[in-house]
């Protein structure tokens, strides 16, 4: 016997996220105002659009039983990209500024599930309200739509439960409070801090205003997307390594960071998972650097380097260009402070493989996550040693809990998963036309919401000329990634739709 689908419920709901999104269409359109840009009437026209749709919505889920489910909570998150997208591209399509429909919707896809790829030959050619709104796309998409959904549904009499653990990512996820609504909203005033502190840094080390604020929103959410066509590597030393530090506080899971800001840094330090992703840092980051600086020595003369002033300066900058990279690629951010593609090969096939790896759970980075990275590592270990101690009981321990075999399968589905989706979209891509390796980059790329990938798709390119089967592929991959796979699978599970 199956329950009826709440379906005015989800109506209700998507009205109310809709309306969300009308507000901020409105903060761009207030841009192209003060700008004095061509395309206010556009954006004007989106907002009139989205407006008279969320209410359309709204009618439709009125007098909805307040009752929500596991599939209403799985079909509103992963309806809720689609809609926004939806409605997102219109700016991009009415303005002219991304004429084919495919563009506008790869350019858009890209900026909700913060990857960051780009269809734009010329960023410096669009208009200031096209840029803010490629930043605020991922600055809502980083810590979730859904996320900030749940601290204003009680307004309207609806629980945000299940929406709150379809959404967020990771094995599990941690309330700070009793209340869902509660945990979100000190989820949010952190990502907010965090973004306006950054911004704040930026324009102090030398950015402008405007530029300061696209950058800060596209790093706390790590999206990628930025104002100029070379990303970030025509700025100064000052405001790179701020940008690395904030793509590393922005790949740390947001409870724990909120336990820092609050005084307690135990809870970050004994976070397990962590620790992992901080040494994962720390070791990329030294082995990248000294590869650099090789590279660097012999590109300038390695005789020059004896000079003290000329071997620290390197130093500087191998550490440098290291960090942010190794940042950029494990969170997903895909800023670039060099072209890696201009590296020798081993440097930048070790930045590519970092892409798979992903940050904390519970952050706005995408990838496998470092805990199911440590949980699959614990879970080999443990086999070999079942293998020699066939008789004995060796558990497999996290943040010093022995973990249920549901995890632990849970971990290993979703590497099965993630290793099958890839396969699929690389076959897709290849057949579009796509060389090999760079079909294979794509797909990892999009799974993980990083946005840059390798060959000519690397930082100094863009995906305009890629085959439009192809890039309607990619955004279905983005989606994915963004979900973490089982919430788009579940919705074509039998068992799912079954009471």
Not at 395 to 422: C, D
Request: charged share 15%; glycine share 8%; aromatic share 14%.
């Amino acid at each position: 016997m199956t329950r009826t689908f709440n379906w005015r419920l989800v109506f209700k709901t998507m009205g109310i996220l809709t309306t969300l999104e009308a507000l901020f269409l409105l903060i761009p359109t207030f841009a192209a105002w003060w700008y004095h840009e061509a395309d206010l009437g556009a954006w004007l026209i989106s907002s009139i659009i989205t407006w008279i749709s969320s209410w359309w919505m709204l009618l439709a889920g009125r007098r909805a039983e307040k009752r929500v489910g596991e599939r209403e909570g799985y079909v509103i998150v992963a309806t809720v990209w689609i809609v926004y997208s939806l409605f997102g591209m219109l700016p991009f399509w009415l303005s002219g500024a991304l004429p084919e429909l495919v563009n506008a919707w790869f350019e858009t896809m890209a900026g909700f599930t913060t990857t960051g790829a780009t269809v734009i030959r010329d960023v410096t050619a669009m208009t200031h309200s096209i840029l803010l709104w490629r930043a605020l796309m991922q600055w809502i998409g980083g810590m979730g739509i859904i996320v900030l959904s749940v601290a204003i549904l009680p307004m309207f009499g609806l629980g945000g439960m299940q929406l709150y653990s379809a959404e967020v990512t990771g094995v599990s996820y941690e309330k700070l409070s009793p209340r869902i609504a509660d945990t979100a909203k000190h989820m949010w005033l952190t990502y907010i801090a965090l973004t306006i502190i950054q911004t704040a840094l930026l324009n102090l080390e030398g950015m402008t205003l405007f530029d300061s604020v696209c950058h800060s929103l596209s790093t706390i959410s790590t999206g990628g997307f930025s104002t100029r066509n070379d990303s970030m590597i025509g700025d100064n030393a000052a405001i790179q390594w701020t940008t690395a530090v904030f793509m590393f506080l922005s790949g740390l899971n947001f409870t724990q960071l909120i336990y820092l800001f609050r005084g307690k840094p135990q809870r970050l330090i004994r976070d397990e998972e962590t620790r992992w992703y901080a040494c994962a840092v720390g070791v990329a980051t030294l082995v990248l650097s000294t590869g650099l600086f090789i590279h660097y020595g012999i590109e300038h003369d390695v005789s020059k380097l004896v000079e003290m002033e000329n071997f620290f300066a390197t130093v500087e900058r191998a550490l440098r260009k290291g960090f942010f990279m190794v940042c950029s690629a494990m969170t997903s951010t895909g800023f670039a402070a060099s072209d890696y593609m201009t590296w020798p090969n081993l440097l930048w096939v070790f930045v590519f493989f970092l892409m798979f790896t992903g940050a904390s759970s519970g952050s706005t980075a995408g990838g496998i996550k470092w805990v199911r990275i440590a949980i699959f590592a614990k879970s080999a270990v443990a086999e070999i040693k079942r293998r020699i101690h066939p008789n004995a009981v060796i558990p497999v321990r996290f943040n010093g809990l022995t973990l249920r075999e549901q995890t632990t399968s849970n971990v290993m589905a979703f590497m099965f998963f993630y290793i099958v989706i890839i396969v699929l979209a690389v076959l897709v891509f290849c057949a579009s036309g796509v060389a090999f390796d760079e079909a294979i980059g794509t797909a990892v790329s999009a799974i993980g919401n990083v946005g840059v990938s390798i060959g000519q798709f690397g930082p100094s390119g863009t995906y305009a000329d890629y085959p439009v089967v192809a890039k309607w592929t990619a955004t279905l991959v983005m989606l994915i990634g963004r979900l973490e796979i089982f919430t788009v699978l579940l919705l074509f599970s039998k068992e799912l739709w079954k009471k």
